[in-house]
């Protein structure tokens, strides 16, 4: 539906944003949008994940809660008192800290919600088909690594009950020599033989064109530059100036040469996805929150975003300009809607 | 087209050639059956197609290749992919993405073409392929055979001149295997594309090949040319051709059709009469060793087997067959403890399995999974068999003296080697033997004829027999029908879970088209399901 490349901003400014308040009303907020948007936008792929990110919450929340009630002695509100002795924990446990752990729990669950809604939105191939030319081959091979994950996970339950039946059973470490043996042979062999299919598919090809002499030269000169500079930007801060410029021009050569020796690889790519108004739009949405997080906007009040339940707890505020920049957010979710709408 | 010229090939430490002044020709638009048993170097003259030997293994080569002009060992696999396609046994094994479209467009990608062009090569081959319904569907939920045509489109994607193909029907059930090998003969047919395939089960592919190249084993000369004549010089062939041998039928049929010809000539030469006795009568249900009652069982509330109810008694043989996923591996998980059916009941001898440990059940339960190489880490063969008895607390009191289960396996030559190095085989021997030293009552085999050729196959059976006599009960899951016919009593039939039928295996196997075996269909009616049965049936006396 989104180009993988607007995928990933939205991750990154849900990300951002997530990190950048601590008002549990904002959090919340993100986090039913990033639900949303994975339970619009992931489709049928697997419904069960949708309610992943509050079985995560469940666990999160009352555990950041505990951990930061005993540990943090602050607030105003006592709810009862640990004895002094104990280490750590002794101390009065306050329901503002209990609040404040909760509000970290939020945070992670919102963060966690994000990145599940970008895992399901997102195919990896998609992904690895945006790591440039140069690098097409190692992209490859995180592909292979990413898929051979579940296909590792099947060989070693296979291996554990293969041992299993000839009266196996492990108790202690010695007793994994049976499963890790034929584990790390299987694997060897099973990798050889992908090995062995990919070449007789052409893999492999681009490798065994060398790059040109000017190309290896230039990319030695702009790590020299790298180096150089960050030295100096160590050793002489009086060149602080000029240190950052080295670097800099030390990078751009680096990219350039990436670039270069992308041009010669004659790798092509069968799926081609093309920016569409659809992801503008996406990105827009965006950039609105983004904007309203990080700029000083006239009308909005930025102090909303850094809500402390400290000393006493009171009602977080909330400031409706920040709360509707929020929902730039939601944008993937309204198009994904409006596409299946469309579809129907 | 191909050439091979004295051609002799040793892998790197090996004490032996595996091909040996093989001279050979191949011409364009052939379909080439490679046969011959484990080890003998199919999969070794295959790979030098490509130039995977010696470019992946190493070794030493002498003598030379040529496909369509070019020299593998010169050029290599990366750029002979262009002229020769090839196919693996596995398909699963050669995947590099996740779905059918991409995993087509993947070698076209390799080769940097347009996009434009790889669009019309991929609806290429998928139509070809009859792929097209599955271009978006996620590799891993296609069935075996759809599999194994995926892999084959993407080997074609290409257009290479020559489809070279290792075993690739050895892991599907006989209706996916017609799948891929009927797909195979539209290529050869319609394309003109050069076809060379290995295979043990001749019987499934001789009716549409050309030539047939036998590799009969180190010392004896390679034989190459129409089926017809090297097929009378091979010693063990499928049942028709040992039936044709036997009778006299020339040319041999490749057939079933030109066989059915011959069998009634013969009947009426011989003057035979069906007389209605059946030589492969119902079998008396000995006592009771394994009840499955009412089993079921779900993966993640997904059904896998429903109400699943068999017997197998004591020295019976009850063959379980069905397609890929039909629930034959589940329900030997469930017998021995692997996986909790949702319901139903297991005895053995009376007493109830559910609930027990695997470790406990496999003392009297030997269970041989579908990969024995998964079973095996010692570093000898005879310390495979003490690793059991040392888990089962038996080492004291073995059931059997590991020598005489070892003699017994065929193996007591190789007590000391490294069972990994062994014959395709001889492994399975070894699994077979490292869950049989606490001389369970009951065997369960998981397809355990995979990749075997026609001797370990017999070797097997007659192993199974001998079992049998001192009462062991087999249950033996197998797409093998011609196996089916020659070892077991008994027959169950799984489809989706259920039991469509069970049977004595004469009933069963004839019920079924797919699961005739090759005598049955030459002699409708009779009852006969191997060599033996027509011979004897015959009254055919070779003097």
Redesign the interface.
Same mark, same amino acid.
Not at chain 1, 192 to 198: I, V, W
Not at chain 1, 265 to 272: D, L, M, P
Not at chain 2, 105 to 115: C, H, M, V
Not at chain 2, 373 to 377: K, R, V
């Given at each position: 539906m989104l180009d993988a490349r607007g995928w990933l901003l939205w991750a990154l400014v849900a990300l951002v944003a997530a990190s950048s308040t601590r008002n549990p009303l904002y959090v919340v907020l993100l986090l039913l949008i990033a639900m949303i948007v994975g339970g619009v936008c992931a489709g049928d792929r697997d419904r069960r994940a949708i309610m992943s990110p509050l079985r995560f919450a469940v666990v999160a929340i009352p555990l950041a809660a505990l951990f930061n009630g005993l540990t943090a002695h602050l607030g105003d509100t006592v709810l009862f008192h640990l004895p002094d002795w104990l280490p750590l924990v002794g101390g009065s446990v306050t329901l503002e800290a209990l609040i404040f752990g909760a509000m970290n729990g939020l945070t992670l669950t919102t963060i966690f919600s994000g990145f599940t809604t970008f895992n399901r939105v997102t195919p990896l191939?998609d992904l690895v088909r945006l790591t440039p030319r140069a690098f097409h081959e190692a992209g &490859?091979v995180l592909?292979?690594a990413l898929?051979f994950i579940p296909?590792t996970t099947r060989s070693l339950n296979? *291996?554990r009950?293969?041992?299993? #039946?000839?009266?196996? @059973?492990v108790r202690g470490l010695r007793d994994w020599?049976?499963i890790v043996?034929?584990f790390l *042979?299987?694997g060897l062999e @099973?990798s050889?033989?992908?090995?062995?299919?990919? #070449?007789?598919?052409? /893999?492999?090809? *681009?490798s065994?064109q060398a790059q040109p002499p000017r190309t290896q030269r230039l990319l030695v000169l702009g790590l020299f530059l790298l180096l150089a500079g960050w030295l100096a930007l160590l050793f002489l801060p009086t060149w602080k100036g000029i240190a950052v410029g080295v670097m800099i021009l030390g990078a751009g050569i680096i990219v350039g040469v990436v670039w270069l020796a992308g041009r010669t &690889?004659?790798?092509?790519? /069968? @799926? *081609?996805h093309h920016w569409t108004a659809r992801d503008t739009f996406a990105a827009l949405g965006c950039g609105l929150t983004l904007a309203v997080i990080l700029l000083p906007l006239p009308l909005m009040d930025r102090g909303t975003l850094y809500y402390s339940p400290y000393p006493r707890l009171t009602l977080p505020p909330f400031d409706l300009f920040i709360g509707l920049g929020l929902l730039g957010l939601v944008v993937p979710a309204v198009i994904g809607a409006a596409h299946r709408v469309d579809q129907t | 087209m191909i050439h091979f010229d004295h051609l002799t090939y040793t892998y790197p430490d090996a004490p032996y050639a595996t091909l040996t002044e093989l001279t050979l020709d191949i011409a364009e638009g052939e379909f080439v059956l490679v046969a011959g048993p484990s080890g003998a170097g199919k999969s070794t003259l295959l790979r030098c197609l490509?130039g995977?030997v010696p470019?992946?293994t190493g070794g030493i080569l002498n003598g030379s290749i040529s496909v369509a002009g070019l020299d593998p060992v010169i050029e290599g696999?990366?750029?002979l992919?262009?002229i020769a396609?090839?196919v693996?046994q596995?398909p699963?094994?050669?995947f590099?993405?996740?779905?059918v479209?991409?995993e087509v467009?993947?070698?076209?990608?390799?080769?940097?073409?347009?996009?434009a062009d790889?669009?019309v090569r991929?609806e290429e081959v998928l139509h070809v392929l009859d792929l097209t319904p599955l271009r978006d569907r996620e590799l891993e939920t296609l069935s075996g055979g759809e599999k194994q045509r995926v892999a084959i489109a993407? %080997?074609l994607a290409?257009r290479p001149r020559v489809l070279v193909l290792d075993e690739p029907t050895s892991q599907l059930d006989p209706q996916s295997a017609q799948e891929v090998l009927g797909a195979l003969v539209r290529l050869n047919r319609d394309l003109g594309l050069t076809i060379i395939l290995a295979e043990h089960r001749l019987e499934r592919v001789l009716s549409h090949i050309d030539r047939l190249i036998c590799l009969p084993g180190p010392d004896k000369p390679v034989l190459s040319g129409p089926p017809g004549p090297v097929l009378h010089q091979m010693d063990l062939t499928p049942p028709l051709i040992a039936l044709g041998k036997e009778l006299g039928w020339e040319p041999l049929p490749l057939t079933i059709e030109r066989g059915q010809a011959f069998a009634k000539e013969t009947v009426a030469a011989l003057g035979f009469q069906a007389s209605g006795q059946n030589p492969n009568p119902e079998p008396l249900k000995p006592e009771t060793l394994l009840q499955v009652k009412d089993l079921s069982f779900d993966y993640d509330g997904t059904p896998a087997l429903h109400d699943i109810s068999l017997t197998v008694g004591a020295g019976e043989l009850v063959a379980m067959m069905g397609r890929n996923g039909s629930g034959k591996t589940t329900l030997l998980?469930c017998i021995?403890g692997?996986l909790s059916p949702r319901q139903g009941e297991i005895l053995l001898e009376g007493e109830s399995l559910v609930g027990q440990?695997? %470790?406990d059940i496999?003392?009297d339960i030997g269970?041989l999974?579908q990969?024995p190489?998964?079973?095996?880490?010692a570093d000898t063969i005879a310390d495979e068999l003490a $690793?059991?008895l040392r888990?089962?607390g038996l080492v004291d009191s073995p059931p059997i003296a590991p020598a005489d289960l070892l003699a017994r396996l065929g193996l007591d030559d190789l007590t000391t080697s490294y069972p990994?190095d062994l014959s395709v085989g001889q492994r399975q021997r070894v699994a077979l033997g %490292? $869950?049989t030293i606490?001389r369970p009552r009951l065997l369960l085999l998981d397809e355990p004829t995979r990749g075997m050729d026609y001797p370990a196959k017999r070797e097997l059976v007659r192993l199974l027999r001998e079992w049998q006599a001192e009462g062991t009960g087999v249950l033996l899951v197998t797409h093998d029908v011609e196996l089916v016919a020659q070892a077991a009593d008994w027959v169950v039939v799984l489809d989706q879970g259920e039991v469509v039928a069970a049977g004595p295996s004469a009933t069963v196997l004839t019920a079924s088209p797919l699961l005739v075996p090759q005598v049955a269909r030459l002699f409708p009616g009779t009852g006969w399901l191997t060599v033996d049965d027509a011979l004897t049936g015959l009254n055919f006396d070779p003097a």
């Open positions: 191939r &490859v592909s292979i898929t296909q296979r *291996i009950e293969a041992q299993a #039946v000839r009266g196996h @059973r020599l049976p043996v034929p *042979i299987s @099973r050889m033989g992908l090995a062995e299919a990919m #070449v007789s598919r052409g /893999y492999g090809a *681009i065994d &690889v004659s790798h092509t790519a /069968y @799926r *081609i | 490509n995977l470019h992946f696999p990366r750029l992919s262009r396609g090839f693996f596995d699963e094994a050669q590099v993405v996740d779905r479209e991409d467009a993947f070698a076209l990608e390799n080769a940097g073409l347009p996009p790889m669009r991929v993407a %080997a290409l998980r021995v692997l440990e695997t %470790a496999c003392c269970y999974p990969e190489d998964a079973l095996l880490f $690793v059991t888990n089962h990994r %490292a $869950v606490t």
